[in-house]
């Protein structure tokens, strides 16, 4: 008996969403309101595009930027397309070190995507069961400490996944990160590539079943195999390969790729990957799975020494990762005066202007756009990471951005700390935000205060991307949005080592 499809594997198996590409003008035409619900709600984001309940008219891009790598003229184009939208325009650095572009129109889709492809840039299967942004190390290339460089590794991956032949329905969306310094936190991605040693030659080791949701969270395990850098793509391909022929379509709670290693057993989804890549021409290499990476990532704000001699980059704080259109064009000209041109983006969700000559640097921190992007932010801000929140999802139970700024502002106005401290914040058990990875993390819920439910979050504590990595955990079930800056107080106090000014 042939199993029953859940209603999006249906709509994914009647037709392609990259179909769409070609009639987004005449879709426009005719009015979002008018569009097929699985067009609307589920095709569209094989292209990039969301549509926003909460938004209604006003539609998301969601770009790829492998590696987190931008250059100025490519920054501008998105900056252009953001300030067309007025008001309702804005942007977002994910932590996949990407951008999420805000308040767009449906007949705007077109043109934009063709000004992207202009200068480089796709939208192409960033959202719903794709491979989405391939990250790797934001200092690739430039960092002192580099192991390897990262940005052709991440390069060669998206464009061997985004080929004609790779796979186009997958069960589910697919994390895949490559580290490239002592420093990569990698381990909550589906796939996992982490610099090791075999037999004294440099490689990866393999790492796979990392993921965050509301029912289940888990670090990636080891699969207990070592490549060479040039077999990244093939081995990647294999992967997807396998888990679109194999992966749950069923019950999608059950369908990322965790719950297939298990299924299967380590040794049996070892087996089964390795088969699909030798039809690749492929052979991978037992390994211990010992890896290279040994700490939490450092921040990268302020300024830094480049493995360059003579030049730097400078790490910008961008509170909650949000931009607007006069900010991603400013930082634009700034890369592009005073650097470069490049730019990178970091799972932190700041951004780096990287290759500043020393004589450019009392330039550089003099500009007036320095003042609201700091390269020294506070120790809370700093580590601060947020997913949209309610203002544009729907699932959020709270203001996410707004309140974790608001509160990070308070408590550094309270406290001293006398290291940075790592905040995650979310705003529903989704888990977008990655409240887990946080030294603290705050999840949007509700809970009884004065005899009303009110906003509120969930507390975790304990969340470490170092040597021995593990997820936070459960702290308190539900503080109140009026008492959490009171709550943080306390508890960076206690746990943390914070004096009060």
Known sequence: MTPTLSRIEQAKAERCGLDLAAELPALAAGGWENLDEDDL?????????????????????????????????????????????GSDGSADITTRQNLQLRGLLLEDMAPLLQAMEAVGLTSRQSGHDNPRNITGNPLAGIDPEEIVDTRPLVAAIQTRLLAADAPRNLPRKFNIA??????????????????????????????????????????????????????????????????????????????????????????????????????????????????????????????????????????????????DAAGMAELAQLARRHGSGELRLTEAQNVLIVDVPEAAMPDLLAEPLLQRFSPEPGALMAEAVSCTGSRYCSFALIPTKTTAQSVVEELERRLELPHPVRTHWTG??????????????????????????????????????????????LHDKGVPLSQLADALEELLVVRFGARRR
């Open 41 to 85: 709600t589920i095709r569209l984001k094989w292209l990039g595009i969301f549509f926003r309940p909460v938004t209604p008219g006003r539609f998301m891009v969601r770009l790829r930027l492998p590696n987190g790598v931008i250059q100025a003229d490519q920054l501008e184009v998105l900056a252009e397309a953001v300030d067309r939208c």
């Open 178 to 323: 490559v580290g490239g310094a002592p420093d990569s936190f990698l381990l909550h991605n589906d796939l996992a590539y982490l610099p090791a040693l075999r037999d004294g030659q440099p490689g990866f080791t393999v790492m796979v079943g990392g993921f965050f949701s509301a029912q289940r969270n888990a670090l990636a395990i080891p699969l207990h195999l070592w490549l060479r850098a040039e077999q990244l793509p093939g081995f990647s391909l294999a992967v997807l390969r396998h888990f679109e022929r194999s992966g749950n379509r069923q019950a999608r709670n059950k369908s990322r790729l965790m719950y297939l290693v298990e299924a299967l057993g380590l040794d049996g989804y070892r087996d089964a990957v390795l088969a699909e890549f030798s039809t690749l021409g492929g052979e991978a290499f037992p390994h211990d799975g010992h890896h290279l990476v040994t700490r939490a990532p450092r921040s990268a704000l302020g300024v830094n020494a480049q493995s360059q001699p003579g030049l730097h980059w400078v790490g910008l704080g961008v509170p909650m990762g949000r931009l």
């Open 428 to 473: 529903c058990p989704n888990a977008c935000g990655q409240p887990y990875m946080g030294e603290i993390g705050l999840m949007g819920a509700k809970a009884r205060h004065e005899g009303q439910m009110v906003e509120a979050a969930k507390v975790f504590v304990g969340g470490d991307m170092g040597s021995d990595p593990r997820l936070a955990e």
